[in-house]
């Protein structure tokens, strides 16, 4: 980069030090009876300083397995967090349905729907909402593609909790607990680790996790009042 400032130098020392202080961390892979796919997207808004674009990211696990990540910038502007996330969703929901396909030519295909989670809310209503409204026309495409998928079963878009929003650490810097716990919980962890133990937390966590939050997205969702949103809560029961 051009005229480099000193925030710059101490940015790229602390880089530096991360790689020195994790030269023994990998990625670690572990055989499994699973076969369900979950994916996590997130989008921070207008991050970039020079062009206020956004920048996009998730990741996809196999089972407890994390299978691919992916982190840039997107090529247009969003003009609110909703659409920067839905486009990052978009972008998830596509990777997952290639993950599929593949699985299904190793005659090995997926017993049940994909689940994507999003911590935005307006993008979770936009993945079931079947009304259009105007301000989200010129994102009709993602919306639309999303949309079918979810309507035939394929993909379930449910909110999570900052808290266990895995993709952030694609998209912004998170406080030092907070970045270890996610890459721990991507089985990026240290090849002489305890790596038995750490499965075998990594799955109830993800077990008890799952099922409060399909319970709790349940539960916010009946007490909405919108007349729109309310019938797709029968979409999201018929393939529950």
């Known amino acids: 980069m051009h005229e480099p400032w000193e925030p710059h130098f101490f940015a790229l020392k602390r880089i530096l030090r991360y790689v020195q202080e994790t030269l023994d961390y990998g990625l670690q892979l572990f055989s499994s009876t699973t076969d369900y796919l979950i994916a996590y997207s997130d989008s921070d808004w207008a991050g970039c300083l020079t062009t206020r674009r956004s920048t996009s ?60 989670y999003c911590d935005n809310v307006s993008a979770v209503y936009l993945s079931f909402n079947p009304v259009q409204h105007q301000r989200t026309k010129h994102t009709d495409i993602d919306i639309h593609f999303v949309r079918d998928l979810v309507a035939t079963g394929q993909i379930r878009v449910l909110h999570v909790p900052s808290r266990f929003q895995y993709a952030d650490i694609f998209t912004k810097g998170l406080p030092w607990a907070l970045f270890d716990e996610f890459r721990d919980s991507m089985c990026v962890v240290p090849t002489a680790g305890c790596i038995k133990e750490l499965m075998l937390v990594k799955e109830t966590h993800m077990r ?33």
């Open 208 to 240: 008890l996790r799952a099922d409060a939050m399909d319970s709790l997205y349940y539960e916010a969702k009946c007490r909405m009042k919108d007349p729109v949103y309310g019938c797709a809560g029968c979409c999201f029961n018929k393939f529950k």
């Open 57 to 116: 990211g998730y990741c996809v696990f196999l089972g407890n397995n994390l299978l691919l990540w992916f982190s840039k910038r997107q090529s247009t502007l969003s003009r609110s967090s909703a659409e920067a996330e839905y486009r990052g969703v978009a972008n998830a929901v596509a990777e997952t349905c290639w993950i599929q396909n593949l699985l299904r030519e190793l005659h090995t295909p997926l017993s049940s729907a994909t689940i994507v």
